[in-house]
């Protein structure tokens, strides 16, 4: 009985996120995320980017997305592209100092923090928590992981989203309101960080509606692109 506690039930799969010029897969811990991190963006949304303080929120491991075509999700008519340049985590810990928070990120990708624009409202409207709009099925879709040492870390570049090849939203890292290093710092003194977290670091202005057939491309300037087709089935 005892060497059996220690044995799991049964397996759970630990999702993987493909690393460029690599075998090994990027093993997901945590997904963290930004709102309101870029001052175009907070003023769409009805805020103030000169008053409000960054908000943290989560999804789960297993949002990150199988690549390719998604499934249009359920429980939503106003599903929301955001695109967002996401830093891995490799180095784990807390309280970390700005000045060495990228020594702690192994590298970046693109991802699109899928949201369910109606459910958010009615949660920010009752004060109720935000996971049934945000942490949903698949709502997390990444690019392969860049390798990256901290003098390489993107600081500035186009930040872009195209649906059908129309663009939607345009804008350059250097427009967040907190950049990766603050972010990583700040979110190390609420939780400690571990190797395996992402960080999706708040999407630029230009958020919009996305229907059943379209497809999504996002991309950041020397991090990479992601194509998703939202589609009948992944
Ligand atoms: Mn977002």
Redesign the pocket.
């Known amino acids: 009985m005892t060497s059996a506690m220690s044995r799991p039930l049964f397996d759970l799969p630990v999702p993987l996120v493909p690393i460029i010029g690599a075998d090994a897969a990027f093993p997901v811990r945590r997904i963290y995320?930004?709102?309101r991190n870029y001052a175009a963006h907070t003023r769409e949304m009805g805020g103030d980017p000169s008053r409000d303080s960054p908000i943290f929120f989560m999804k789960p491991a297993d949002a990150v997305a199988p690549r390719g075509r998604l499934a249009f999700p359920p429980d939503t008519a106003d599903l929301h592209h955001?695109v967002?340049l996401v830093a891995a985590i490799g180095r784990g810990g807390a309280n970390i100092p700005v000045e060495s928070a990228l020594e702690h990120v192994f590298g970046y990708a693109v991802g699109i923090?899928l949201?369910k624009r109606d459910r958010q409202a009615e949660a920010k409207a009752a004060g109720g928590p935000w996971e049934r709009s945000k942490a949903f099925d698949h709502s997390a879709p990444i690019s392969s992981i860049l390798p990256l040492n901290p003098s390489q870390a993107p600081l500035r570049g186009r930040i872009s989203l195209t649906v059908n090849g129309a663009t939607r939203q345009n804008s350059d890292l250097a427009n967040m309101i907190w950049s990766t290093a603050e972010i990583v710092a700040r979110l190390s003194q609420i939780w400690t960080l571990a190797p395996g977290d992402l960080v999706?670091t708040?999407?630029p202005d230009g958020v919009g509606p996305v229907a059943f057939g379209d497809v999504l491309d996002a991309h950041v300037e020397n991090i990479g692109g992601l194509r998703v087709e939202i589609g009948s089935g992944a």
Do not use: H, P, S
């Open positions: 995320c930004i709102g955001e967002e923090d949201t999706f708040g999407t």
